[in-house]
């Protein structure tokens, strides 16, 4: 019985009328621990900011199971490193959506925060102001603000950039951590063997769903191929996406077979047919 | 001239000079921590194009009602709300920056008043309205001004929280709280509520100054924001004491002299403030290893 944490309907989010992720359909299972990878334009940070709703759906939509909290690192983030803060207030900043705006913090949410900076590997590092860090500690200290929001649902869009392999490695351990403690964890990658390593599921994106499912069988040779081989430019004159039907063989040459038509949401799936089964339909390598 | 003739006496002797200090007093107290936010938003000149907005709102409170508090006081706060709003508007729902749409909005706004205050008044009269009289204050004034100082710093002290969080790091707010855009709108309304606190006694010109000089120097001396805030009311209400002062005893006009006092703070902190120019440059004579 699975037990989603986030439904995906038909999902279509982009910009300025053009798609960056198409039709996506399928479930996240709760306790889940997901890796999204795809070339860069393939949709993979808009898909977290629709899920987080920093964008709003073009169509379809994204639901959320009732309750969910969630917790959102984003690729590129918009700290102004000139305030006046410490890396204690940053962390701090986590413990917002239980305070609120008036709550005030007790003697436990400061435990957390202190925690929170031991297990990223920044004790000590509590009354740092902030354009004294590094990029690697400042990526650590939004890390522990993750631990500190204590979501049910994490987002990390490539956590790891420009970060050294002993932090990755410490990171790596918080996310496992996560797991086990039953968090469902999306994380957009750009590394395959770490995919291959850590993450049990992949989504593959290549503006459209390539592949979703265990990671083993979805990042396969041919999957892979199609992936980097996806049309990354907007065209002014790219035909109109018209409903379920019209949008086979759109000139990006994405496969919209899969998922439509499929009720993925009833229950008895198992792993490889309720995300659509998309990694058994993806286009062989013509153009390879 | 003894000292205590020098710095007491002109504020125990004059009834307008006591009013002058109390309104002034109260005016640091809201203003300066609003212009700390404001220099932390990157927005110190936002005050200046808002204290613009507000002219012809008063203008028009001033040709119908001559020089009056209370229809000046709504008029600047209806102009300087709606350019505010305005230009947070297209700054949050199109793809204009804020520093483009409020540029905008004020310039509209301040060739309205100018055009408005032409229409009857001399340029004396522009000149008040401009440059205020802190030594004019009346009751009514220094009640206004009070109860803009006590809403004031209850609405900084309920966002608090969101207004550090938004200057911070405004994608995690949205992430994390609808709170953003109502915490935008309601900081621009305390400017706002502020600045026409202001222009009573400084004018619209000099008002804004108050708001931004001491936060401008409160930045040089700490690196937390709220020791930043009460530094820079600190430094408000020095400023106010000193120019008051200066303005008594060598007969100057008082709104300019309260700003130059608020200046001369502000210069010395960018140069010795232990995070000004001279600690940026002077080599330490020794550091830690780690």
Redesign the interface.
């Known amino acids: 019985m699975s037990d989603p944490c986030l439904t995906f309907n038909n999902l279509t989010l982009g910009y300025d009328r053009h798609a960056a992720v198409h039709h996506l359909e399928g479930v996240v299972d709760k306790g889940s621990l997901t890796a999204i990878y795809g070339a860069n334009g393939s949709g993979k940070s808009t898909l977290l900011k629709g899920i987080?709703?920093?964008i709003k759906p073009m169509a379809g939509d994204c639901k959320r199971s009732p309750g969910t909290r969630?917790?959102?690192l984003?690729q590129l983030?918009?700290?102004?490193r000139a305030?006046?803060?410490?890396v204690v207030?940053?962390v701090s900043?986590g413990l917002?959506?239980r305070?609120?705006?008036?709550g005030r913090q007790t003697a436990e949410d400061r435990k957390a925060v202190a925690d929170a900076l031991v297990a990223v590997g920044l004790a000590g590092f509590e009354k740092r102001?902030l354009d004294t860090l590094s990029g690697g500690q400042m990526q650590r200290a939004l890390f522990a603000?993750v631990l500190v929001?204590n979501a049910d649902l994490i987002l990390l869009d490539e956590p790891f950039n420009a970060i050294d392999a002993r932090t990755v490695r410490d990171l790596l351990v918080i996310i496992s951590r996560w797991h086990a403690e039953g968090r469902t964890v999306m994380a957009v990658l750009h590394d395959l063997e770490l995919v291959r390593l850590h993450f049990p599921e992949t989504l593959l994106l290549a503006r459209a769903p390539v592949a979703w499912g265990q990671t083993k069988d979805v990042l396969t040779p041919a999957n892979l191929e199609y992936s980097r081989h996806f049309d990354e430019a907007w065209h002014d004159d790219a035909p109109w996406c018209e409903g379920d039907d019209a949008h086979h063989g759109s000139i990006h040459g994405h496969e919209h077979g899969h998922g439509h038509g499929h009720d993925h949401h009833d229950g008895h799936a198992h792993r490889d047919s309720k995300h659509g089964s998309a990694s058994a339909k993806a286009p062989q390598t013509e153009d390879a | 001239m003894t000292m205590f003739e020098f710095l007491i006496a002109p504020f125990t002797e004059f009834g307008f000079m006591q009013r002058a200090l109390a309104g002034s007093l109260l005016l640091s107290l809201s203003c300066c921590p609003v212009g700390v936010f404001l220099m932390l938003r990157r927005m110190s000149l936002a005050g200046d194009a808002m204290a613009h907005a507000i002219l012809p709102g008063a203008a028009a409170g001033f040709l119908l009602y001559g020089l009056e508090l209370v229809p000046m006081t709504i008029g600047g706060l209806i102009a300087g709300l709606t350019v505010a709003l305005s230009a947070g508007a297209v700054s949050r729902f199109t793809l204009q920056r804020e520093d483009a749409s409020m540029a905008a909005f004020y310039l509209i706004s301040l060739a309205a008043g100018v055009l408005l205050v032409s229409l009857r008044g001399s340029s004396v009269d522009l000149m008040h309205v401009l440059f205020g009289s802190v030594l004019a204050l009346d009751n009514s004034a220094l009640t206004l001004i009070g109860s803009i100082c006590v809403v004031t710093l209850i609405l900084l002290t309920v966002f608090w929280r969101a207004l550090v969080a938004e200057c911070l790091d405004p994608l995690f707010l949205r992430s994390v709280s609808r709170l953003g855009a109502p915490v935008h709108f309601v900081f621009l309304g305390v400017v706002v509520l502020n600045l026409v606190g202001g222009f009573q006694a400084l004018g619209t010109l000099l008002s804004v100054g108050l708001m931004m000089l001491p936060a401008a120097g409160a930045r040089f001396w700490t690196s937390r924001v709220e020791t930043m805030a009460l530094l820079s009311v600190a430094i408000g209400m020095v400023s106010c004491a000193a120019g008051l002062l200066v303005s008594y005893h060598a007969a100057l006009p008082s709104g300019p002299a309260i700003i130059f006092a608020a200046g001369a703070i502000y210069l010395f902190s960018v140069i010795f403030g232990t995070r000004g120019a001279i600690a940026a440059r002077v080599r330490p004579s020794r550091h830690r290893t780690a």
Request: net charge negative; hydrophobic share 50%.
């Open positions: 987080v709703g920093l969630i917790a959102y984003p983030s918009e700290i102004d305030f006046p803060a410490r207030d940053i900043l917002w959506p305070l609120g705006l008036l102001p603000r929001q």
